[in-house]
Every structure is written in C-alpha cells, then in structure tokens.
C-alpha cells in the first residue's frame, strides 16, 4: 500500500461520528473517585417490556418470527414474572444499589415491579417506552417529545428526576445527544468507547458519556457468544481485575449490565452472585449509581477536560 500523504486531506480521513474528542488512554488528567476508590462500580439491569404486536419500524422488525410471536415473548416475559424477582433478592443479599436502564412501560403494565424498585432506593433511568419501539427515523420534534414523556412517566411514579439515557434497543438518531442535553438529562449510555466518564459533544449544555460494557452484559456473554454462567462469571471477574489495576493510576469505571429474563434462570444467579461479591468485597471500590458517578464527573472533571480536548483538537 502506498504511503498516505501528510497531512492527510478531508477525503482520505476516516469518518468520525463527532459526538466525543479522540482522547487517548494515556497521558489523561487524572482522575479521583470519593475517597480515593480506585473504580466505580455500578450494576445496570434493563427491566423491559416487549409487545406482543408492535408497530413495525422504518428500519427493522421487533421479533426474529411472524407475530404473534409467542415463544420470544414469553421469553422476556419470564423476566418480569421470575427472573426480577430472583435477581432483586440478590442485589438485596449483596447490598447492591441498582441503575435500572428501564422500558418504563413496565411502571404502567406491572406496578408491583415500580413499587419493587422505588421501594429499593433504585434509580430509575431511561431505556426508552417499549424494548420494541425504537427511535430511528424520528423527527426532531418527535424525539424532543419521546423524551419528555419518559422524563414524566419516570417523575410520576418514583418522583425522581430523569438522569441517564440508553436508548430502546440501542437505538439513536445524529440528534440524541443534542436533545438529551437540551432536556436536562446528565449522562448517556449509548457511546460504548470508553472505560472512564468523556465529554459529548453537543450544541448546547452538558452530557457525558458513561461506561457501560456490552462485554461484560449477560445478553453478549450468555446469548451473542454462547458462554456459560459460570464463564461469565470469569468475564466479570477478569474485566474488574484489569480496572481495579488501571484504577491506582487514575478512577476506571466498571458496569455490569443485566437483564432479568437472561440472567433470572435458577442456573445462571449464583455464578453471578459470586461475581459481584467478588467484586463488592474489594477495598477502593465505590459502589455507586450511574447518576452518582455522571455527578461526581460533572462537578469535578467534565469542563477543564472538555476545554483540554477542545484546545488539542484546535477548536474554538
């Protein structure tokens, strides 16, 4: 292959989603969690609600078979029957506070679930309305209103204040990000680029991009790759070894992400239990909530290190 010229021109440059600075591991700021933790560590089960017949989408369809799809629905339906409840006791035995990423949906159609959780302390934060309406192909309007309605339905039933952002399915539009600043909203999931807490990119306010790992989620550890729970309960292990290590140099961030209608079968939940006490028991730990970590990030770190990258990459 030729030698690319320098410096390379616009044509040549690969495609950027400008929504975060290019900001390498090393020779960053450092960064210091509440007394002196070396990682935050934060548990995010997605409580979802699927619909048996949703609308069909612009760009994709809900279920994997022609509807009524009864098998998968059923499937994630266990989640909300069985596998919350079981998961629930143990974060409770283990003296964890969850971040529900919540389909908030679930508040209206199964309130025992809301009342489970806002008895709980949880918090509750956006994973959009229903896991099978998506935001693609929205307008701008639309999408502003979207998240309004979750801010509402959240606000209604907990009184909390919507802090975190994960879209339905993992779904966005080029103007999430905007909206999620302009609506208030502190810190989204939605990025996957990073192990500690960056600045987005937005027209005005402020957002920050929090970790949350599809490696170490139960729907890619059990289902996309086929692991066992008790491999997984290694991946878990194995990924807070690596950031408690990088943590003495500077604060990692670790999430464990969870879905009760994968992880809630009577084989999977003691494997997972062993994990988390494995990594709850460590000291330099700071077991926390998303809008706690995204808080501490904001107050102390968020503006001097936008402002950094802002003056490398030669913006105004």
């Not at 409840?85 to 035995?93: F, G, N």
């Not at 908030?104 to 709980?120: S, Y």
């Not at 604060?251 to 990594?279: F, K, Q, S």
Request: overall charge negative; aromatic content about 12%; charged content about 25%.
């Amino acid at each position: 292959m030729a030698d690319l010229p320098w410096p390379i021109p616009p044509e040549l440059r690969a495609e950027d989603p400008d929504l975060y600075y290019f900001n390498p591991y090393v020779d960053r700021p450092k960064i210091e969690w509440p007394d002196g933790a070396r990682v935050a560590f934060w548990v995010a089960p997605n409580v979802e609600f699927y619909e048996l017949h949703p609308p069909r989408g612009p760009a994709r369809s809900s279920w994997f078979r022609p509807e009524p799809d009864v098998l998968h629905y059923g499937i994630r339906d266990y989640g909300n029957r069985v596998g919350f409840w079981r998961m629930a006791d143990l974060l409770d035995e283990l003296g964890i506070t969850a971040s529900i990423s919540l389909n908030v949906a679930v508040l209206d159609h199964f309130p025992e679930i809301g009342k489970a959780m806002t008895d709980r302390g949880w918090e509750l934060f956006s994973h959009g309305v229903y896991n099978t309406r998506y935001q693609y192909a929205m307008s701008e309007e639309q999408e502003r209103g979207f998240i309004r309605h979750v801010a509402e339905t959240i606000h209604r039933h907990s009184g909390q204040t919507l802090a975190g952002w994960l879209s339905p399915a993992l779904t966005n539009t080029p103007r999430t990000m905007d909206l999620l600043a302009e609506e208030g909203i502190r810190y989204t999931l939605d990025l996957f680029h990073d192990d500690q807490p960056q600045p987005v990119k937005v027209r005005s306010g402020r957002l920050v991009s929090l970790p949350y790992s599809l490696e170490t989620n139960d729907w890619t550890a059990l289902h996309t790759t086929g692991g066992t729970p008790r491999q997984y309960a290694e991946t878990i292990k194995a990924q807070f070894d690596q950031l408690y290590a990088e943590g003495a140099e500077s604060g990692t961030v670790m999430c464990v992400p969870l879905h009760p209608w994968m992880i809630g079968y009577p084989h999977r939940i003691r494997p997972l239990a062993e994990a988390l006490d494995y990594c709850m028991q460590h000291d330099g730990v700071w077991h926390a909530t998303g809008r706690e970590i995204a808080g501490w990030y904001l107050d102390h770190y968020h503006d001097a290190e936008l402002s950094r990258l802002r003056g490398l990459a030669g913006d105004a």
